[in-house]
């Protein structure tokens, strides 16, 4: 699995748990627009941590936090890297 | 030390005392009242004087209505009890039993024939109408906070106009232009302190609406020209995953109500450099604490002794905190239980932890976990998940995140027959899962069920915990 479907994957299970309506994934779509909230994110953040072994936004203390869906993606995979 | 008569009776005098208040306000994402107003008008249709003396649960959909009763009711009122939005319906009537509750403001109408038993229901609206003159002097309203309770209803935390001001300077230089806004709800101790700032200044506030999504919120943030804005770390990490992050352009940054991580600092500065940014420490037993501003998580020792009008100590790992911002009491019905010890001080239950002469928060003694501002008691969850047929029993506990501060997980012991059956553990995962959202908020819930062999049970017959 890639680092992008693994994190496809992680949103859209989450929702479906939470009951949240999920956008479309595309890589201009920002992330407060994605239908999930903050907890969500966390529990993303969380299961990704697991199954990649990384939590970029532990370390990132310069870079700056994701906007979009498709840095988001970047963002981890850069961190996987 | 300040000295009681320094600080107001009520906040409409003390609004009327802050001298000149043209074009300052209030908003949120419909309404601006100009502070003007706020103090001349009434939003209980002229009636608040009928409330003289009453004990008040302040129930409403809205923070600004909340504001609104608030301003009209303080040194009205004998006793204000503020509801926080998420209050469960069920807890009402432990809420107005314990608070002795005589009268319900609200503008809800959602309740119908389980409308809770009072002997008044005052309606309140943003529809403002002039006071009706002046009623009778003032008097010293108590404010009463809820905080959530080790399982089911929440404690009623006792506080007065003076307690909860303590760390507020009034007075401040004329002149310096002074929006508010916060992240929090106004309902709680870390929003009151804001909505509280504003209003005893005499200063603007803007206030989140109830279900305004955070990029909206920004922009009217950024629109009004907010200077001063407070929300908990999670808060800001997501503003800054928002690009109407860069609609904003504070000049005072405050944290609280978790543990500032060094990763959110860094953010903060590194997208807002002109920005003061500090982390403050309070309770809503224990009060304002301090402020740390030098940039750095965690907060320096001389902090502990040089921190005016507060005094605190390190007992058993833990914070101790003693000044006239704690609170009263816990209150229920005719009983008060303390939260001062013999000496008067509140023990916080934080737990701290001394690294290179710094002091860090580490977690909590009585193991609440405090996912994004929130506390969750692990008691609460392991009760839902052991009513679970298949269960056994189970420890809840937190798991450290980067977005939330800490996430809820549970280690489950399944009964032996479960065990032995080799059941998809999947969805059993899934159903104890959804066991848990039934009737738990979705912060509560856990993120993971670990199954596991056994638990390790301490002499006493208790569950080891580990809260660190």
């Known amino acids: 699995m890639t680092v992008r479907s693994e994190i496809v994957e ?21 992330l407060l627009e994605s239908g999930l909230d903050s907890l969500c994110f966390a529990v993303v953040v969380a299961r990704l941590e697991s199954l990649l072994g990384v939590d970029p936004f532990s370390v990132s203390e310069d870079a700056r936090f994701p906007v979009t869906f498709g840095e988001f993606v970047k963002f981890y995979e850069e961190a996987t890297r | 030390m300040k000295k009681p008569h320094d600080s107001p009776v009520s906040l409409s005098e003390a609004l009327k005392a802050a001298g000149d208040l043209t074009g300052c306000f209030i ?30 649960l302040v129930m409403t959909t809205d923070q600004i209505s909340a504001a609104f009763t608030l301003c009209e009711l303080d040194g009205v009122a004998s006793r204000l009890v503020l509801c926080p939005p998420d209050l469960p319906q069920e807890y009402l ?15 809800r ?32 309203t108590e404010w009463i906070l809820l905080t959530s309770g080790t399982s089911g209803p929440p404690k009623l935390v006792v506080h007065t106009l003076s307690s909860l001001s303590g760390a ?7 002149g310096e232009r002074v929006i508010w806004s916060t992240f929090y709800d106004i309902r709680r101790y870390g929003g009151l302190q804001i909505f509280l700032r504003a209003m005893l200044t005499g200063r603007s506030l803007v206030l989140k609406g109830q279900v305004e999504p955070t990029a909206a919120f920004l922009g009217r943030v950024g629109e009004l020209g907010v200077t001063h804005i407070s929300g908990t770390p ?49 309770s809503t037993e224990a009060g304002v604490a301090f402020a740390v501003n030098d940039g750095a998580a965690g907060f320096p020792t001389s902090v502990l002794d040089q921190t005016a009008d507060v005094e605190m100590k390190i007992e058993n790992r833990t914070l ?6 704690n609170a009263t009491c816990y209150l229920n019905g005719e009983t008060q239980r303390a939260i001062r010890n013999a000496e008067g001080f509140v023990d916080t239950g934080d737990m701290i932890e001394l690294r290179d002469d710094r002091f860090y928060f580490v977690g909590r003694e009585d193991g609440v976990i405090n996912v994004g501002g929130q506390k969750v008691h692990p008691e609460e969850v392991e009760g839902v998940i052991n009513r679970h047929p298949e269960v056994e029993m189970s420890l809840v506990r937190t798991k450290k995140n980067s977005i939330m501060g800490a996430l809820v ?32 908020s979705s912060y509560k819930v856990p993120s993971a069920v670990y199954f596991v062999p056994s638990l390790a049970i301490a002499e006493s017959g208790k569950l080891v915990r580990r809260h660190a």
């Not at chain 2, 101790?320 to 911002?325: A, G, L």
């Open chain 1, 10 to 30: 992680q949103f859209t299970q989450v929702a479906l748990e939470q009951d949240m309506q999920l956008a479309p994934l595309t890589d201009n779509l920002e």
């Open chain 2, 27 to 56: 908003a949120d994402g419909q309404a601006r009242v100009s502070l003007g107003d706020l103090v001349a008008c009434s939003a209980l249709d002229g009636r608040g004087d009928e409330l003289r003396g009453m004990s008040v």
């Open chain 2, 93 to 107: 009537p432990s809420v107005i039993a314990s608070a002795q509750v005589d009268a319900i403001v609200t503008d």
């Open chain 2, 109 to 140: 109408t959602d309740f119908g024939s389980d409308f809770p038993a009072v002997r008044y229901v005052m309606p309140c609206g943003r529809e403002l109408v002039p006071r009706a003159g002046e009623g009778s002097p003032a008097q010293r």
């Open chain 2, 168 to 174: 507020i300077q009034r007075g401040a230089a004329a």
């Open chain 2, 234 to 282: 999670s808060h800001w990490r997501r503003a800054l995953m928002s690009s109407a992050a860069s609609l904003i352009d504070p000049e005072y940054i405050r944290l609280s109500g978790e543990i500032a991580d060094q990763t959110i600092l860094n953010q903060l500065h590194s997208f807002f450099p002109n920005a003061r940014i500090a982390h403050a420490f309070a």
């Open chain 2, 320 to 325: 101790w905190i003693r000044s006239t911002r």
């Open chain 2, 409 to 440: 997980v549970a280690d489950v012991v399944l009964k032996a027959a479960s065990e032995s059956m080799e059941r998809d553990a999947r969805k059993l995962q899934q159903e104890i899962l959804q066991f848990c959202r039934e009737t738990l």
